[in-house]
């Protein structure tokens, strides 16, 4: 089962922790849940009016404030407060590597699960999120998920590493982050 090999994989993980430094602290989550009989990923498409990766897609999750008593906190605050999951409907599995973003964040992503058969509502925080986006992770596995895309980014035309689903490019930290999670359920990263 899909779920018992995420949870090893973590288990068996000793996650790489970053030195804070001059980065602000933030945490993400992972969220597996049952949609349609399998389990997903849900990400989420950013508005325009944050401050931050407009208009990308991300994970669940923002920055640390001072009542959250970890990172792990801080990503269950923000999942409830962007997608209105709340977190005693979340286990949490393990934690991935830390990583850091171009704009000065590091994220602490955690991986972590709704009950199977559970039927969630989700609700998106408008300010915030303009669509959430539900990815089967037996999708993200196959070889048919990924694949160098031009994206414009600071007015430039590029070409990046990212994920693809339907008309949704997963690229930068949050590719990064997916890849990590990819891999340890045995998939072939990024160049290997």
């Not at 037996?138 to 035309?157: C, M, N, T, V, Y």
């Amino acid at each position: 089962m899909l779920r018992d090999r995420v949870r090893q994989a973590l288990a068996d993980h000793q996650p790489n922790e970053l030195e804070l430094g001059d980065l602000r602290a933030s945490g993400v989550l992972f969220l597996l849940h049952e949609h349609r009989g399998e389990d997903h990923l849900v990400f989420q498409q950013r508005t325009h009016t944050v401050r931050h990766h407009k208009g990308e897609i991300s994970l669940p999750g923002g920055a640390r404030d001072p009542e959250d008593t970890d990172l792990q906190a801080t990503a269950l605050r923000e999942t409830h407060e962007e997608i209105g999951v709340a977190a005693d409907l979340i286990e949490i599995y393990g934690q991935l590597d830390d990583t850091e973003t171009r704009t000065g964040y590091l994220i602490r992503p955690y991986v972590g699960a709704a009950p199977a058969g559970l039927a969630i509502e989700f609700t998106e925080a408008v300010r915030e999120v303009t669509e959430l986006i539900h990815v089967p992770v037996a999708h993200l596995l196959s070889e048919d998920s990924h694949g160098w895309k031009p994206i414009e980014r600071d007015g430039q035309q590029t070409t990046v590493p990212a994920y693809v689903w339907d008309d949704h490019l997963i690229w930068g930290a949050t590719a990064r982050m997916l890849g990590q999670f990819l891999e340890l359920l045995g998939t072939k990263g990024w160049g290997k």
